[in-house]
């Protein structure tokens, strides 16, 4: 139970934080809480991420190659599979794990977790991983629920979905979307209201969420109350816009950050960044449709939204473009910008006081949206 922070650091935030128009929308900006270099990357994770952008910078090309291949897949599992956060909920939080029949006769494992405290018809937080659709799991963001959980007393769900290239798109996609049928159906059962579901995932798994919100709506079946994405892929088809159009400039980067956040960028985003291979990777060359791109889809109607993101995030862009577009269709949204970070920081729960931050609003996000 121990944070690598102290708390001073964490109400910094808090009380540093300030609303800003970006784009023509209002956007809850997060500065850093110890630093004012416009463009710096947090200075705990600077000193975290600088080895590291060193040896990307040194490593052989044919080391960094990423493709669909079971090597490379390997590899990249590794590199996206370990768990960062430390413990940090200090209560008795009950994890029941279980199995739910898919489609086709699999059966999708998931966890439930239940709360010490408990309330009666209290929200149920269905959680969906990320991982690029090919790695991560239910382990790499435990922590990140197990705090929300503790934090509002709620029930929460979480599913290991079935991962590409070995199960090509749709499967993880209707895997997610079987799940939140089974929670809605069993949410009483769970001690929780059906009528309150919130989903949400972190990068592939906002993408995985907004699928599970598109196929609600489209189906009329009403079963999530509001969503929330952390720095989801939303253009994987790369619509170009003038808000979409990813371009180093459109970051402001400390020059004496520079090395390190530029060769993060275009390692995972940008122009042929790992990003790009997603399509690859899925088993799919059907990547311009509206369940893997929903920047491109009619956002009328969508339940109430969070979208959050690092100023440093490869996805930053496609992400602020789609809080706009989800802004402009009448959607009630509220962004958050995180100063001096990337992506994943919902990996780092008691690594970094803005990870406990953002499980923190969304916290608050779940309340004011299922009263």
């Known amino acids: 139970m121990s944070r690598k922070y102290s708390n001073e650091l964490l109400k910094k935030i808090e009380e540093r934080q300030e609303v800003k128009v970006i784009n023509g929308i209002d956007v809850l900006v997060k500065n850093l809480p110890d630093c004012d270099d416009k463009g710096a990357m947090d200075p705990r994770l600077y000193k975290d991420t600088k080895k590291m952008a060193l040896m990307m910078k040194i490593m052989p090309k044919s080391m960094m190659k990423m493709d669909a291949s079971p090597k490379s897949i390997a590899r990249l599992r590794k590199m996206f599979n370990g768990v960062k956060s430390v413990p940090t909920a200090e209560s008795n939080i009950t994890i029941e794990k279980m199995t739910v029949k898919a489609e086709d006769g699999y059966d999708i494992p998931i966890r439930i977790y239940h709360p010490e405290n408990k309330v009666e018809n209290s929200p149920i937080l269905y959680f969906i991983h990320g991982g690029g659709f090919f790695a991560g799991s239910p382990d790499v963001v435990e922590e990140l629920i197990k705090l929300i959980v503790e934090n509002e007393n709620i029930h929460a769900v979480s599913v290991d979905y079935r991962l590409a290239p070995e199960n090509p798109y749709p499967t993880g996609h209707t895997d997610c979307f079987t799940v939140l049928k089974w929670v809605y159906e069993n949410a009483e059962a769970i001690g929780a209201d059906k009528n309150k579901i919130v989903v949400s995932g972190d990068s592939a798994g906002g993408n995985l ?61 940008g122009d042929g960044g790992a990003s790009s291979m997603l399509g690859d990777l899925l088993g799919t060359t059907d990547i311009n449709n509206t369940y893997l791109t929903p920047y491109m889809a009619d956002v009328t109607g969508m339940p109430p939204t969070l979208v959050t993101f690092g100023e440093h995030d490869f996805l930053a862009v496609e992400c602020m473009a789609y809080a706009v577009k989800l802004n402009k269709a009448g959607v009630k949204t509220k962004t958050i910008l995180y100063k001096g970070f990337g992506h994943a920081y919902g990996d780092n729960i008691g690594v970094y006081p803005q990870s406990e931050d953002c499980a923190i609003e969304m916290g608050k996000f779940i309340r004011e949206n299922c009263k």
């Open 209 to 269: 969420t907004q699928y599970c919100t598109t196929r609600d709506k489209e189906l009329g079946t009403g079963m999530v109350r509001a969503q929330m994405l952390l720095y989801p892929t939303v253009n994987m088809a790369g619509i170009s816009d003038e808000l979409s159009t990813w371009t180093l400039d459109k970051y402001e980067i400390y020059p004496k950050h520079k090395s390190v956040i530029t060769t993060t960028l275009t390692m995972m985003g």
